[in-house]
């Protein structure tokens, strides 16, 4: 019998201001070190297009897992958002 498949995925992608880059790279050192600790968390990583753009590949066991980190990095996600 097989199990059923909860994996949930997020992929934000974030337009980083122009001259910001440096504040956004040390803010997701940020989030990776917070989501650390969530026992949910199957995978979670930044990656980077030149300056201006960045991208995070994150995946949780199930929905719960999801809410749980969005409720952990909450502030987290609004100081990136004034600065992208």
């Not at 040390?26 to 753009?53: N, W």
């Amino acid at each position: 019998m097989s199990n059923p498949d909860t994996c949930c995925g997020i992929v934000p992608y974030f337009k980083v201001a122009p001259g910001k880059l440096a504040e956004f790279k040390a803010l997701t050192l940020r989030f990776v070190e917070k989501t650390r600790s969530e026992t949910g968390c199957a995978y979670y990583a930044f990656s980077f297009d030149g300056d201006s753009a960045a991208h995070c590949r994150e995946g949780y066991d199930d929905a719960a897992a999801v809410l749980a980190h969005l409720e952990n990095v909450g502030a987290l996600l609004g100081e990136a958002l004034a600065i992208s």
